[in-house]
DNA sequence: CCCGGAACCTGAAGGC
DNA sequence: TGCCTTCAGGTTCCGG
């Protein structure tokens, strides 16, 4: 499930094979991928351009082209971005190829069809709310502080919630609740300005450690080249059925917050 | 504005 | 073996 960590890495390793490439053609497999504008459209305005840069905003992939259109990409739950060449068989599930002057080619492979793709202007017509970048300077703890005041709601589903913060998902917001010893059902308005410090540095140590392992491959997530990362390796209680608090060894509970499977410590985060 | 739940979508895995 | 249920979850929409 691409997050932060994982966009990032695939903007990462994407750079050097496509940036300054002109895109020759796209075949699309499946027409749903395109969100905006209309098919043709997307076609006719994308084809010829070349691409200039690319950047990352929350889970959000923007490549930049050189008519100053800008495709915004999203991968949702189960997509990918996989490299290949002329003579690469396209992957099963592949809803859309890219192709690149040279040879290169870009497969949308995304098996559940959540992922989708805009041609747009401006990139924040397509992330509507998104919060601070977690990884940027000017996310301070007052900053944080000042997106959990007076909400209600669990810390968990703020922590997902883009608005609040960009690029935190269900699994990295777990480990980050776990670093800073959180119960994932405390309000957000319920955390003492020393918790909120804990939480902020728990966030920026999470998202960085996982970068640093180029994503976690829990299911569906793999690199341009196809490989995986190792960030799960590392994770203490996401995803962790049947295993115990590697702190204090009581077995890891799994609990549903907002519909999503939500794993924590009894031990370790105790109950609000 | 805030909150929680449903819907979208499909494959993998586990139970019986 | 095969059917059924559960799980995976980013985002948007809707009702209260």
Request: contains cysteine.
């Amino acid at each position: 499930m691409p997050e932060l960590p994982e966009v990032e890495t695939i903007k990462n390793e994407l750079a050097p094979h496509i940036l300054g490439g002109t895109i020759t053609g796209i075949t699309l497999l499946w027409d749903g991928i395109v969100k905006k504008p209309s098919v043709e459209e997307f076609r006719s305005r994308l084809t010829g351009q070349k691409i200039t840069s690319l950047s990352r905003h929350g889970k959000y992939l923007v490549l930049s082209l050189s008519n100053d259109d800008l495709l915004v990409v999203h991968l949702k739950m189960s997509g990918s971005l996989l490299l290949g060449r002329d003579s690469t068989q396209q992957p099963e599930y592949t809803r859309a190829v890219f192709h690149l002057d040279g040879g290169t080619k870009i497969f949308f492979r995304d098996p559940r069809k959540f992922g989708g793709v805009w041609l747009v202007r401006d990139w924040k017509t397509v992330t509507k709310n998104l919060g601070p970048e977690p990884l940027e300077a000017d996310f301070t703890p007052q900053v944080l502080t000042q997106q959990l005041r007076n909400r209600k709601a669990p810390i968990k589903a703020l922590l997902c919630d883009q608005s609040v913060i960009a690029g935190i998902g269900n699994m990295y917001a777990d480990e980050a609740l776990f670093a800073a010893r959180i119960n994932p059902l405390r309000s957000g308005a319920s955390l003492t300005p020393e918790e909120i410090g804990r939480l902020h540095h728990a966030i920026q140590q999470t998202l960085r450690a996982a970068i640093g392992s180029k994503g976690a491959s829990i299911v569906n997530y793999y690199r341009p080249g196809g490989e995986t990362g190792t960030a799960h390796f590392d994770f203490k209680v996401a995803h962790g059925r049947g295993r115990n608090c590697p702190n204090c060894g009581r077995p890891i509970q799994r609990i549903p917050v907002r519909n999503r499977g939500t794993y924590f410590c009894p031990g370790c985060q105790p109950a609000p």
